[in-house]
């Protein structure tokens, strides 16, 4: 068997397993409920305010006090 036909074979059959199965995982993964926290949060994205995020930092990655003192 030369080469090009094992790894033909192989990708048909245990790499298509294999991504199937990451694949699958990472559906199962994203939906179970500890995960509700971070779907609800990521769902609000389009409706903050400009520049705002969860870690009280600016849009440059400052935080608020120094953005504020450097527009002074």
């Known amino acids: ?3 090009y036909s094992f790894l033909r074979e192989l990708a048909d059959s245990w790499i298509l397993l294999a991504m199937f199965g990451f694949f699958a995982g990472a559906a199962i ?4 409920p500890s995960q509700s926290s971070a779907r609800e949060e990521a769902s609000m994205i389009p409706f903050r305010k ?3 995020d969860s870690a009280g930092l600016g849009p440059k990655g400052m935080s608020r006090n ?3 003192k450097s527009h002074d």
């Open 29 to 32: 993964w994203a939906f179970l």
């Open 1 to 3: 068997m030369d080469t």
């Open 66 to 68: 120094m953005e504020a």
């Open 50 to 52: 400009d520049g705002e």
